[in-house]
């Protein structure tokens, strides 16, 4: 909660904006599992159904279903229990909707909330949407999960998250119905809906506009995908789907579309008791940061055209000291400047996504979640069959065995009886299959896929493990580092490194196969290369500094600062931090040619209105800067979007808000939604640019590409900061919120700092 003012969510409960906790990004690869559970979870309506996941927490049956219980976050603390009401199909197909559920997406961030807080997650299945709000009430389960739409009525019963997403209700009619496409055109049809769903007032407010609208109840009985059946058969002539629902069934079914949108966006959110404002509060503390860090987007799987369209370029890469890290606030890595130099080429926004773990890099590739993955992949027939292309190869290497520096190991006859350990992902595991073939008595022991190759040597200095095989450039960073290890011997030919992209994506293979060609064992490739793999000198010093940042869990020199500011102002530190590297490169002394000083870049004049002189103090300049950054987030509404409005402020911060101001109505004139900025209210801005835009506009004329790219850039450090920040355990005030992933930032920053 603000020290000076509150801000509140959608029902009026005060949210606290800056709580630091870490989001990790989030696997569809649990799904499978729960394909073997006796109930199939799919989404309602207005509520709407969703496939559950592996891995899963325990499912409520009726032998095991609790008692009532109420109370706040501090009973839950003493039964180390969350209990989530979700809506289930006890009837009907099981099914695995080739894209993700909604629901079963906002399950797994529900989970790891409940993980963050100590709690053992306990799924509460409900057969009907009408008894679930009841549930809740009566104490049968602690949270509503049920891609739930924020109405006012439901806000008179239940308390409500910050918003989830936001949605727009569909009406859906079969796919060969020519005939509906506006909402006059349902005079005389049938359309059917749950009466405890929002998609019934909805129906119900445009049945007195267009008198002659059939609204049929759905029975009690019938589930979404019965519903849809019925559709399909011509029994109803409409239903009426949120937007990310309908996208899920639309991935499968091709017996149904979209006719029209039906009403205005709306808030999906959870649902919590009323006399649960603790634990309202925490979850809101923690959408805060889920969402403003979120890598959970869109699935896209369309070629180079599509990207262009978007103008982004996903790329998936590993946190590790040979990929993409973190040095003194810069994104660094042999693998993060090359995508960063094609993305460049290509005039696209580069946007890294960073899978849990090697092996799900492939599935997420093909699922869509990034368009390219790249991280010295040798190609596989294996992956092929998948769906993989790999591009021409951009690196070879040697792979060595690596044991102990006094360890005698010289040759393959001196494996027998010993044990080498390396990820079943990897390019090596089919080699070491081949040799164990070929008559080596040695034992294969697979690695865990979520660590990195330096861990696995580390291991080996360590003798914690017995010997490992690794490419040659990622032994010398090792090596160059003192590491107590030392290469045995190479085997084998030289192996191909590649990039990969999904089958099917022939122009964006054929423009990276393009990049290969301009710049392989080029300059760029050279310098970079010499850079991350040669330079012995340069390693140990980033080395230094990772160790460092592993001892202090530290962004930049100004960390207690910006923690005590922002948290006082409700910001989260880390997204202030990535704003500082923006405006100064952490430099107390910059000032800029229009004369803003200090840290945050703040303007003397607006530092003395607000009581500050000293800009180049550290102090002084970053209290400045957050209290003028919350001045500017308080000239926008409480309404709006929680990521969204962070973006408005960032963006009226860098230009002034009525430019700001200027995008939004422009926005509105082009079709765009004026409550959100990428993708939307960010193309609006570059407009202003150009004359024939910046002479309507109330403002004038602004360089729009200024604000936009100040916006893109902060948030791609903000997630780099939050996926790659922690082994050390982070606090605000001296509350202690636990230990952060070894996957992170802060474990780089043993490697690389």
């Known amino acids: 909660m603000y020290q000076h003012r509150q801000h509140t969510g959608l029902n009026g409960a005060p949210v606290r904006a800056g709580f630091p906790l870490e ?69 009907g197909d099981r099914y695995l909707p080739r894209k993700g559920s909604p629901v079963t997406q906002h399950q797994e961030i529900l989970e790891h909330f409940a993980e963050t807080r100590g709690l053992t997650a ?129 991935s499968y079914r091709d017996d149904i579309r979209v006719a029209f949108n039906i009403g205005r966006v709306q808030d999906i959110a959870w649902g919590v008791r009323r006399d649960a404002p603790e634990l309202l509060r925490s979850l809101n503390d923690y959408l805060h940061l889920e969402n403003l860090a979120d890598q959970q987007a869109a699935l896209y799987t369309d070629d180079l055209d599509g990207l262009k ?12 000291a040979a990929s993409y890290f973190l040095y003194r606030g810069e994104l660094m890595g042999f693998q993060y400047e090359l995508a960063r130099h094609f993305a460049r080429q290509l005039g696209l926004r580069l946007e890294v996504v960073v899978p849990d773990t090697h092996q799900q890099m492939l599935e997420w590739l093909t699922e869509g979640r990034a368009d390219v993955a790249s991280g010295f992949l040798v190609p596989r027939d294996s992956d092929r069959q998948l769906g993989i292309e790999f591009s021409k190869p951009y690196h070879r290497a040697f792979a060595h065995f690596i044991v102990r520096d006094d360890d005698p190991l010289a040759d393959l006859d001196g494996l027998d009886g010993r044990t080498v350990v390396v990820r079943q992902s990897s390019g090596h595991w089919d080699r070491l299959q081949q040799l164990r073939s070929a008559g080596h008595d040695f034992t294969l022991v697979a690695a865990p896929e ?22 040659e450039h990622l032994m010398d960073i090792e090596i160059a580092q003192d590491v107590n290890i030392r290469p045995a011997f190479s085997f084998g030919e030289e192996q191909p490194h590649s990039v990969a992209v999904r089958k ?54 100004y960390d207690d600062i910006t923690r005590r500011y922002a948290d006082r102002y409700g910001f989260d530190w880390r997204l202030v931090t990535a704003q500082m590297y923006q405006e100064s490169r952490f430099d107390p002394q910059a000032t800029s040619f229009a004369g803003a000083r200090g840290l945050l870049q703040v303007m003397p004049k607006t530092a003395k ?50 430019h700001v101001a200027d995008a939004r109505r422009l926005a509105v004139k082009k079709g765009w939604d004026p409550d959100r900025w990428f993708g939307h209210t960010e193309k609006a801005m570059l407009l202003l640019g150009r004359k024939e835009y910046a002479r309507k506009a109330k403002h004038g004329y602004v360089r729009g590409r200024e604000p936009v790219n100040y916006v893109t850039n902060i948030r791609s450090r903000f997630r780099a900061y939050t996926e790659m920040s922690g082994t050390a355990a982070l606090d605000t005030g001296g509350d202690p919120v636990g230990q952060l992933p070894d996957t992170s930032l802060l474990y780089v920053a043993t490697r690389l700092e």
């Open 309 to 320: 369209k978007r103008k982004v370029l996903r790329v998936m890469l590993r946190n590790n």
């Open 609 to 658: 209105q607000m009581g500050f002189r000293e800009l180049d103090d550290p102090d002084k300049g970053i209290h400045a800067g957050i209290k003028y950054l919350d001045w500017v987030r308080d000239r926008f509404d409480d309404d709006l979007g929680f990521a969204d409005r962070m973006w408005f402020t960032l963006a009226a911060y860098n230009a002034g808000y009525g």
């Open 23 to 91: 989001p990790r990004t989030l696997s569809f690869a649990r799904l499978a599992g729960w394909c073997l559970l006796a109930v199939c979870l799919i989404v309602c309506t207005g509520c709407h159904n969703g496939a559950p996941t592996a891995q899963a927490p325990a499912v409520q049956t009726q032998e095991n279903i609790s008692t009532e219980v109420t109370g706040d976050l501090d009973n839950m603390q003493q039964t180390d229990v969350l209990r989530i009401l979700i809506p289930v199909n006890l009837g």
């Open 122 to 250: 306990e799924l509460v299945p409900i057969e009907h949407f009408r008894d679930m709000i009841p549930a809740l009430e009566s104490g049968r389960g602690d949270v509503l999960l049920a891609n739930l739409t924020v109405t006012e009525a439901r806000k008179q019963r239940i308390a409500f998250t910050v918003p989830i997403t936001h949605v727009r209700e569909q009406l859906i009619v079969r796919a060969d119905e020519e005939e509906i496409d506006a909402a006059a055109d349902l005079v005389g049809r049938t359309v059917m809906a749950d009466p405890a769903s929002s998609f019934w007032n909805t129906l119900t407010k445009l049945g007195k506009k267009y008198p002659g609208i059939k609204l049929v109840r759905r029975p009690a009985e019938l589930h979404d995908e019965d519903e849809l059946d019925q559709l399909s058969q011509g029994v109803v002539d409409a239903v009426v789907r949120d937007s990310n629902i309908a996208d899920m069934y639309l």
């Open 504 to 557: 099917g994506n022939e122009k964006l293979l054929a423009a990276i196969n393009s990049f290969i060609r301009q710049e392989n064992k080029g300059l760029l490739y050279n310098i970079l290369y010499k850079k991350y793999f040669r330079n012995k000198r340069g390693i140990r010093k980033l080395a230094r500094g990772y160790e460092e940042g592993l001892e202090t869990g530290r962004l930049s020199p």
């Open 450 to 471: 979520d660590l990195e190759t330096e861990d696995i040597i580390h291991q080996v200095a360590g003798g914690e493990i017995d010997i490992t095989v690794a490419d």
